[in-house]
């Protein structure tokens, strides 16, 4: 079946440092990928959707500079979360939708454990 | 504008007892429904699926799903239920595959032994 692959699972660095979370679509590919942050004990919150070769769609209150997004091919797209504080530290998800195949679901990565110190 | 809603947010039945996870939807078009399952630490894996074929849905580990129009629903059910079913599981609706999920805020199932 579809595989997404996030990398890494878990980040532990200090604040100001900025971190780079990379989603790869193994065997399809995602002309859409979406970022989600998940707090403790809390739903997925969208922050953005990407989609290969144009600028990312960020939802209202997500700071665009702040969390970078980057999709140059259809298996790859990357969240960089820059000078990165105590309060960006959260569990951040990607999923990636099969091409133009409308009935297909998303399929999720195993999520990336962000603390900042 | 579409939204779930997920009834209850933590659900304890007893190993082999049935499990049913409310969810309702709000959609003004057809919607695209799924159940997700969420293991501590890891991301979201699908459940089941529904895209407007059959209204009963079947999907992994034995669970199942029924889309009723008239009741905006699709409460997720598994006959007997497992220890290995304890998880969190999400109600999504989206538009289309491409389209942006939108999830319910979840609900934490717990078997007892």
């Known amino acids: 079946g579809a595989v997404v692959s996030q990398h890494p699972s878990r980040v532990i660095c200090k604040s100001g440092t900025s971190v780079k979370i990379e989603c790869r679509s193994l065997?399809?590919?995602?002309?859409?990928m979406f970022w989600y942050r998940q707090f403790p004990k809390k739903s997925l919150m969208l922050m953005a959707t990407s989609n290969e070769g144009s600028k990312a769609t960020y939802e209202q209150g997500v700071e665009k500079d702040k969390f970078l997004i980057n999709h140059a091919s259809l298996t790859l797209s990357t969240l960089t979360v820059t000078s990165a504080h105590p309060e960006d530290s959260s569990f951040y998800i990607c999923s990636a939708a099969p091409g133009q195949i409308v009935n297909q679901p998303q399929h999720f990565g195993d999520g990336t454990r962000l603390s900042i110190l | 504008a579409q939204s779930v809603t997920q009834l209850g947010s933590h659900v304890s039945v007893s190993e082999g007892a049935l499990v049913l996870l409310r969810c309702n939807y709000s959609s003004s078009v057809p919607p695209y429904l799924f159940w997700y399952v969420q293991y501590p630490n890891q991301g979201l894996q699908l459940l089941l699926k529904y895209t407007s074929a059959a209204t009963l849905v079947k999907g992994i580990n034995g669970f199942e799903a029924e889309f009723k129009k008239s009741e905006t629903s699709f409460h997720l059910t598994k006959p007997s239920a497992h220890m290995s079913d304890a998880a969190e599981y999400f109600c999504?609706?989206?538009?289309?595959?491409?389209?942006?999920?939108?999830f319910g805020t979840g609900t934490r199932l717990t078997i007892i032994p």
């Open positions: 999504a609706v989206t538009r289309g595959g491409n389209e942006k999920l939108t």
């Open positions: 065997d399809f590919q995602a002309t859409t």
